[in-house]
C-alpha cells in the first residue's frame, strides 16, 4: 500500500505546486468571482489529498517495529480513499479552471463535468465490475 501510495504522493504534490502559483500569474486578476471560489475549492482539496496521501508514510515511520501493522494498514487505507476522493474532486476543479480560461465558462464546466464522470467510471466503476465478476466466478 505504501508503494501504491508513493505513486500518487508524488502527483498529488505536484499537482497542489503548480495551484499553489498560479495567484501570482498576471491572468489570474482576470478569472471572475466563481472561478475564484472554484479555483480555492480545488487548492483546498488538492492540500487535503496532499495530507491524506502521505499521512500514512509518517504513521508508518512512528509506528515501526511496534507491531502495529494492523493499525497502519487500517488507517493508511481509510487515508488513501478519502485522499483519492479529495484528488479527484481537485482534478475536476483543474479541469473546470483551466478550460475555462482557455475556452470559456461553458467548456470549463463540460471539461469539468467529464473529468468527473471519467474519475467515476474508472476509479469507481471498474472496480466495482471486477468485484462484481469475482462474486460471479466464485
Not at 49 to 70: I, K, S
Amino acid at each position: 500500500m505504501l508503494q501504491e501510495l508513493r505513486v500518487t504522493q508524488t502527483g498529488v504534490q505536484l499537482l497542489t505546486g503548480f495551484l499553489l502559483t498560479l495567484p501570482f500569474q498576471q491572468q489570474f486578476a482576470q478569472l471572475g468571482r466563481t472561478e475564484h471560489i472554484v479555483y480555492s475549492a480545488t487548492v483546498a482539496c488538492s492540500i487535503g489529498a496532499t495530507v491524506l496521501l502521505v499521512a500514512p508514510v509518517g504513521m508508518h515511520r512512528l509506528l515501526f517495529r511496534r507491531h502495529r501493522l494492523q493499525t497502519v494498514v487500517a488507517t493508511a487505507h481509510r487515508c488513501a480513499v478519502a485522499g483519492l476522493m479529495l484528488l479527484g474532486v481537485a482534478l475536476c476543479g483543474v479541469a473546470v479552471v483551466t478550460f475555462n480560461a482557455v475556452f470559456g465558462v461553458a467548456a470549463g464546466w463540460v471539461a469539468g463535468s467529464c473529468a468527473a464522470v471519467a474519475i467515476v467510471a474508472f476509479w469507481i466503476g471498474l472496480a466495482l465490475l471486477s468485484r462484481r465478476s469475482d462474486d460471479e466466478a466464485g
